[in-house]
């Protein structure tokens, strides 16, 4: 079946500090990746996504992910995190034979400090 | 451009009783998800619509769920009876693409006691 792992549960950073968020997925096929967050007390809403081409994709607010095929990876970067990124990302995988379904993992709390 | 409305935000019921959730997607996209998200966990599908048929509900508890898209725009998520296990987040999502890129609503929170 396939599954979608997130490293970390909950990652706590001061301002200016860079982050990765790390995403592995299970899948042999061709895949669609994305990044969603949830601000606090907000809907998930998209933070960037891959479909194919230059497997290093940026998204809003200054994130990017690389995409590593071999690794069956797709990792969230920022170079200097700002205390409103506080929320919740997941990462998401949708197989390209199974019509826009998500599959999730089970998310990083990222926690700011000012 | 309105966002996926749902109703009601919060929920509380007690174990057995009946419970449903209305979303409304963005006008235009055809496609329509229920997840269900439990605490400390990412959002599961439970059923997907294409317009007003059903593409995939294997993860649907059908012994207790059901789900319906009425004329292909509107859903309706309906528990019955309950369970303490169904305490979550049910998130209505649309989508336009099919291609995973999808819109969420602000979700149902559902606590059952």
């Known amino acids: 079946a396939q599954s979608v792992s997130q490293h970390n549960h909950h990652v706590i950073l001061s301002e200016a500090a860079s982050l990765e968020l790390g995403c592995n997925y299970s899948?042999?096929?061709?895949?669609?990746l994305f990044w969603y967050v949830q601000y606090p007390g907000q809907h998930l809403q998209l933070l960037l996504k891959?479909?194919?081409?230059?497997?290093l994709v940026k998204g809003i607010k200054g994130f990017e992910a690389e995409f590593i095929k071999s690794k069956f990876s797709f990792n969230l970067r920022k170079p200097s995190v700002q205390w409103s990124d506080t929320a919740e990302y997941f990462c998401?995988?949708?197989?390209?034979?199974?019509?826009?379904?998500?599959?999730f993992g089970q998310g990083t709390e990222l926690s700011v400090k000012p | 451009e309105a966002g996926v409305a749902q109703s009601p935000r919060y929920k509380i019921i007690e174990k057995r009783q009946s419970v449903a959730f209305w979303c409304n997607p963005i006008?235009?996209?055809?496609?329509l998800y229920w997840y269900q998200q439990i605490l400390g966990q990412g959002p599961k599908l439970l059923i997907q619509?294409?317009?007003?048929?059903?593409?995939?509900d294997s993860q649907l508890p059908k012994d207790r769920f059901s789900a319906e898209r009425l004329k292909g725009v509107d859903s309706t998520l309906k528990i019955q009876p309950a369970k303490l296990e169904d305490s979550a987040v049910y998130l209505c999502?649309?989508?336009?693409?099919?291609?995973?890129?999808?819109?969420f609503g602000q979700g149902t929170r559902l606590t059952v006691v």
């Open positions: 998401a995988v949708n197989a390209n034979n199974q019509g826009g379904k998500l599959i």
């Open positions: 006008s235009g996209h055809a496609t």
């Open positions: 999502a649309s989508s336009f693409t099919g291609t995973g890129e999808a819109f």
């Open positions: 891959y479909f194919s081409g230059d497997p």
């Open positions: 619509f294409q317009n007003n048929g059903v593409v995939d």
């Open positions: 899948y042999g096929g061709t895949v669609n």
